[in-house]
């Protein structure tokens, strides 16, 4: 980062001593120049002094996904699921239900929509949990996706859908879709759910467990609860 316009001096320091190591990051979200350092400035500039050393850690254990990537990796699990239903003779998505978390307007919702648009879903074909575990024709013999930006350690996904899976039978097929997900999760899946497919099947190199011990969760819990109140 030559002449660099960064203004933090917690920040700057760290560039003297993790010069290489921030650059590589950096490539590797395929970010680079005046804009993105000012960015990241602006980042710190949240962070109370003795609170940069925490936020250092988390930059650095980011893997940034930008829209060229994630648009690439959607187009990739689109393809990675028109194979496996090939070998039901689905040539096609007419046969799929997205389905969404009934707590909206998060990331999952966004991926939906993306996804949605680059694999020819219509929007009706996109529907809410709530509205589909108790309308069992609605859903017979239908291709469930289950789709999610990523899975750290998988315990959400099974405390938030389980209980309502069970009850909805096995008149259908379900997919757990999403861009990133850890090997905790892949076998925390394949143990308690060994009817669904998974995509990928395989981690990715980047998706890590959590780095953060309890007690620093529970300090970018409070930071963040700090600089985004709630309204």
Same mark, same amino acid.
């Not at 949240?46 to 990537?69: G, M, Q, R």
């Not at 509205?131 to 789709?147: A, G």
């Not at 879709?177 to 980047?206: Q, V």
């Given at each position: 980062?030559?002449?660099?316009?960064?203004?933090?001096?917690?920040?700057?320091?760290?560039?003297?001593?993790?010069?290489?190591?921030?650059?590589?990051?950096?490539?590797?979200?395929?970010?680079?120049?005046?804009?993105?350092?000012?960015?990241?400035?602006?980042?710190?500039?949240?962070?109370?002094?003795?609170?940069?050393?925490?936020?250092?850690?988390?930059?650095?254990?980011?893997?940034?996904?930008?829209?060229?990537?994630?648009?690439?990796?959607?187009?990739?699990?689109?393809?990675?699921?028109?194979?496996?239903?090939?070998?039901?003779?689905?040539?096609?998505?007419?046969?799929?239900?997205?389905?969404?978390?009934?707590?909206?307007?998060?990331?999952?919702?966004?991926?939906?929509?993306?996804?949605?648009?680059?694999?020819?879903?219509?929007?009706?074909?996109?529907?809410?949990?709530?509205?589909?575990?108790?309308?069992?024709?609605?859903?017979?013999?239908?291709?469930?996706?289950?789709?999610?930006?990523?899975?750290?350690?998988?315990?959400?996904?099974?405390?938030?859908?389980?209980?309502?899976?069970?009850?909805?039978?096995?008149?259908?097929?379900?997919?757990?879709?999403?861009?990133?997900? %850890?090997? =905790?999760?892949?076998?925390?899946?394949? +143990? @308690? $759910?060994?009817?669904?497919?998974? *995509?990928?099947?395989?981690?990715? &190199? %980047?998706? =890590?467990?959590?780095?953060?011990?309890? +007690? @620093? $969760?529970?300090?970018?819990?409070? *930071?963040?609860?700090?600089?985004? &109140?709630?309204?």
């Amino acid at each position: 980062m030559e002449q660099s316009r960064i203004t933090d001096s917690f920040l700057l320091q760290k560039l003297k001593t993790h010069d290489a190591k921030i650059n590589n990051l950096l490539q590797s979200w395929s970010l680079s120049g005046s804009e993105i350092e000012n960015i990241i400035d602006n980042w710190f500039s949240n962070f109370k002094s003795d609170e940069k050393e925490l936020a250092f850690k988390v930059f650095t254990n980011i893997d940034y996904y930008n829209s060229i990537k994630l648009n690439k990796v959607i187009l990739q699990r689109k393809t990675q699921l028109l194979q496996i239903l090939h070998s039901y003779n689905e040539n096609d998505f007419s046969n799929c239900l997205v389905v969404l978390s009934n707590l909206r307007a998060d990331s999952s919702d966004f991926l939906a929509y993306l996804i949605g648009k680059f694999w020819g879903i219509p929007q009706q074909s996109i529907l809410p949990f709530e509205k589909i575990k108790t309308n069992i024709e609605l859903i017979k013999n239908k291709h469930l996706l289950f789709i999610n930006d990523t899975h750290g350690s998988g315990n959400q996904f099974i405390r938030d859908w389980q209980p309502y899976i069970k009850r909805i039978s096995n008149l259908n097929y379900y997919y757990i879709i999403a861009i990133t997900i %850890t090997k =905790k999760a892949l076998r925390l899946f394949h +143990d @308690e $759910l060994p009817d669904y497919t998974i *995509i990928p099947d395989e981690s990715n &190199p %980047t998706a =890590k467990e959590s780095p953060f011990t309890s +007690d @620093e $969760l529970q300090q970018l819990k409070k *930071i963040g609860e700090r600089v985004y &109140p709630k309204h």
